[in-house]
């Protein structure tokens, strides 16, 4: 199976059937709950009908945000999130985005993660490096206080003087890709917020990409296959920064 094909052949119907709704309300529209508690929306819903159309004849496992875990006891699981974003997908704000991501045996094997707006896509396989639009990828070198990073936190963090810019744009998956071609040196999540759904394709680029993730402890990062548990999660390109992040938490835990 050609996953780099199918995955961005899901993500070219997803965007031809809801960008007409960009910014609109009428994607935001309340049509049911997905299985975490969240609102599910119209978006939604035309997303993940496309998204089963593909994968359920393949008989894989399936984690995808709206509709929870298919189980099919496949060697292959695909994690979906239809449009990461989604919430500035309706409001019209401009960072949103497919992620997919496939695992063989719970382990991470590719992960793509597609930009409607800007077409650009970012994707790796395991041990062959990160890509963006078909051009390698990897972290920005780390410097002092130059740092622009992205990050969610219930805790009132003091990370002024210690980076450059912080901003929250509120597609985590997106901006992971970010860090992964250095347009980010950090994203960073410690509400706990974020699920497997949010993150698994971005995972894999930022592995490949050179990036650090870990825990709000600094801990290896582990995660499981399901669409309900929520996690602290930090990204960075370097090691200088993960340490500046980790003290910061540590202060104000």
């Known amino acids: 199976m050609n996953w780099d094909e199918l995955g961005l052949k899901i993500a ?51 984690v995808s945000e709206e509709i929870g875990t298919i189980n099919n006891n496949s ?37 793509l993660t597609y930009e409607f707006l800007t077409k650009n896509i970012y994707e790796a396989y395991v041990g062959k490096g990160a890509f963006l639009n078909g ?17 969610y936190s219930n805790k009132n963090l003091n990370l002024i003087g210690k980076v450059r810019r912080a901003r929250i744009m509120g597609a985590f998956g997106v901006e ?20 497997t759904t949010d993150f698994a394709s971005s995972y894999i680029i ?16 582990k995660f499981n296959l399901n669409t309900t548990d929520r996690y602290n999660m930090i990204v960075a390109n370097d090691k200088k920064l993960l340490n500046i992040i980790l003290e910061e938490i540590k202060i104000n835990r």
């Not at 051009?135 to 002092?144: A, D, R």
């Open 176 to 195: 992971m890709a970010y860090v992964a071609k250095g347009a980010l040196d950090a994203v960073f999540d410690i509400r706990p917020y974020v699920r």
């Open 12 to 62: 070219k119907e997803i965007e031809k059937e809801v960008m007409p709704y960009f910014g609109k309300k009428e994607g935001a529209k309340i049509i049911g709950y997905s299985p975490s508690g969240d609102t599910t929306e119209l978006i939604d819903r035309m997303s993940e009908d496309i998204v089963l159309k593909h994968l359920k004849p393949l008989n894989i496992n399936i």
């Open 206 to 221: 930022c592995k490949e990409a050179g990036a650090i993730i870990t825990d709000e402890k600094g801990h290896e990062f």
């Open 135 to 151: 051009e390698k990828i990897k972290v920005k070198k780390y410097i002092e206080k130059e740092a622009v990073i992205s990050y």
């Open 75 to 111: 060697e292959w699981t695909a994690i979906i999130d239809p449009i990461d974003g989604s919430f500035n997908f309706t409001t019209g704000f401009p960072c949103f985005g497919f992620c997919f991501a496939i695992f063989k045996n719970n382990k991470p094997y590719y992960g």
